[in-house]
């Protein structure tokens, strides 16, 4: 968030990775365990 | 009187965040799996009232831009945050709500800041081996910014307008897009 408000690519960067990540990896890894 | 400060920032901060939800790792697993938006919005409307807010400091002469910290852009830090995401929709928890949650007396919280020391411990010990390779190849000309700060050692990528318009236009997105998302998938 520091490195967005900043308007730094690597803040960019960085969150990019982690929501394309984290997105698909927790409706995979929910609907899983049947929650 | 800078680390009493600090406490008393990042005790708010912390406080904040519990309040806010961001550190309940059920809201954060929620929205990650798209069916609750709430704290989406609230990051959104975070991420763009703190940048245009910085921007107009600066702007004004309030704020020096030495207080910057922009960190060098290179491909180990989408690697880092693909690694961060998993970690992150698994256990519901980032580096500083897990923290916060620990605070407020979580016990799986421990657990997860424990693994991430465990984590950096192994970075440090792999870190020799890698130093060279592909993982640190700058890119965008490394410290890269989209706005203009004033510092010289910065790449602006968006450098034809001033840097209160780039980073007032982002703020506006960041904003709009918190405006316009539903607060639930539910219809």
């Known amino acids: ?35 | 009187m800078k680390i009493i400060l600090a406490i008393l920032i990042g005790g708010l901060f912390g406080f904040v965040l519990e309040k806010s939800g961001a550190a309940n790792p059920e809201k954060i697993i929620n929205m990650l799996r798209l069916k609750d938006f709430h704290l989406m919005k609230v990051i959104l409307l975070a991420i763009g009232l703190a940048s245009l807010t910085l921007f107009l400091l600066m702007a004004a002469g309030i704020m020096g831009n030495f207080h910057l910290s922009v960190k060098t852009s290179y491909i180990g830090v989408i690697v880092g945050g693909c690694i961060l995401g998993v970690g992150w929709a698994m256990s519901g928890f980032c580096p500083g709500t897990g923290v916060v949650a620990a605070g407020a007396g979580r016990k799986d919280a421990l657990f997860f800041i424990l693994g991430g020391l465990v984590g950096s411990f192994l970075f440090t010990l792999i870190y020799g081996a890698i130093k060279s390779g592909f993982l640190f190849e700058k890119i965008g000309g490394g410290s890269a910014v989209l706005a203009h700060t004033g510092v010289a050692k910065h790449v602006v990528l968006i450098d034809f307008l001033p840097g209160l318009v780039v980073a007032g236009g982002i703020a506006f997105v960041f904003m709009a897009a918190a405006w316009i998302l539903p607060a639930s998938d539910e219809k």
Do not use: D, R, V
């Open chain 1, 1 to 35: 968030m520091s490195g967005m408000m900043q308007t730094s690519l690597s803040g960019y960067l960085f969150a990019m990775g982690t929501f394309l990540t984290a997105i698909p990896f927790a409706i995979w890894f929910y609907n899983k365990k049947g929650e």
